[in-house]
């Protein structure tokens, strides 16, 4: 069982940033790669970003790309996602989520879809005005 809490999350003005942070719970953190998604209202949830579970490969959608770096701590089970030059289309709930990897998979391994996840948060929300 992980547990989930994001926190950072709040309103900024287009051009800023905003630090977003993720704690989990569980001794096994280091098993999981983990992503970040976020949800707009009436649109869809949508992967933005994702780390394998050793921190050695990310992977980010386009839009964020350039703006946005995720890092992972495993020895302080937290994974942040750092967000730079955000524009208003960025507004959403933005949440955290793990998936297990077992030994099957390697290390670099990342999860893209959201049903690869076992694990969610709450959700944190990011406002960007314009």
């Known amino acids: 069982q992980v547990q989930l809490v994001e926190s950072g999350g709040g309103l900024v003005q287009a051009g800023g940033s905003l630090r977003l942070s993720c704690a989990a719970s569980?001794?096994?953190?280091?098993?999981?790669?983990m992503g970040w998604f976020r949800q707009a209202p009436g649109k869809e949830r949508e992967f933005v970003a994702g780390?394998?579970?050793?921190?050695?490969?990310?992977y980010y959608i386009d839009s964020v790309k350039g703006r946005f770096t995720v890092s992972r701590d495993n020895a302080k089970n937290t994974v942040a996602l750092q967000m730079n030059s955000l524009k208003s289309e960025d507004t959403a709930i933005y949440y955290c989520?793990?998936?297990?990897?077992?030994?099957?998979?390697?290390?670099?391994?990342?999860?893209?879809?959201?049903?690869?996840?076992?694990?969610w948060g709450q959700g944190t929300q990011v406002t960007v005005t314009s």
């Open positions: 569980g001794r096994t953190f280091s098993a999981y790669a």
């Open positions: 780390i394998s579970r050793n921190g050695g490969n990310t």
């Open positions: 989520a793990a998936a297990f990897r077992p030994r099957s998979y390697t290390d670099y391994s990342i999860a893209s879809h959201g049903s690869e996840y076992d694990y």
